[in-house]
């Protein structure tokens, strides 16, 4: 009876992990256009007008595509860590989890932004539709508590 039991509980938690998932790429899924990019210890406050260009990440699937001026940079595979999700009630209707994109597209995307875009291997993400705006904020510790914002594209 106990195996039963235990067999009911790890079928019932893997099936809330994938809708979990499921739910998380389904909000994600897009065109995110960059707001800005804040942070550190100086308050550094970068936006598309500040630095004359227009950046835009476009998610589909488990695929991510970023964009600088309309000029695709570099695209990958992303996950989300379902074990990480949670929702913010505090924050309005808000999801945070870790996404995990790979260093060396991270990497690419800050070369093309002189650094002015903050996207980095295992990061926070925020997706909050508190009002009739939907944003992503990609943020990270690491690095002065950097985070760079998205405005989701209709």
């Given at each position: ?15 809330l992990a ?122 990270d510790n ?13």
């Amino acid at each position: 009876m106990k195996n039963i039991i235990r067999i009911t509980v790890i079928a019932a938690l893997a099936i809330l992990a994938t809708a979990c998932n499921k739910l998380e790429k389904q909000a994600l899924a897009g065109t995110w256009q960059w707001t800005c990019t804040s942070g550190s210890i100086a308050g550094v406050n970068y936006t598309p007008e500040t630095e004359g260009f227009n950046a835009e990440i476009v998610f589909k699937g488990s695929k991510f595509t970023f964009y600088k001026d309309g000029e695709k940079v570099t695209s990958g595979s992303y996950r989300i860590d379902v074990s990480d999700c949670e929702v913010l009630t505090e924050c309005g209707n808000a999801t945070s989890c870790v996404l995990h994109l790979p260093e060396e597209q991270c990497e690419k995307i800050a070369k093309a932004t002189d650094g002015k875009i903050v996207v980095v291997p295992s990061g926070s993400a925020i997706i909050n539709s508190f009002s009739n705006e939907v944003s992503l904020t990609l943020w990270d510790n690491m690095i002065d508590g950097f985070s760079s914002a998205f405005v989701k594209k209709n």
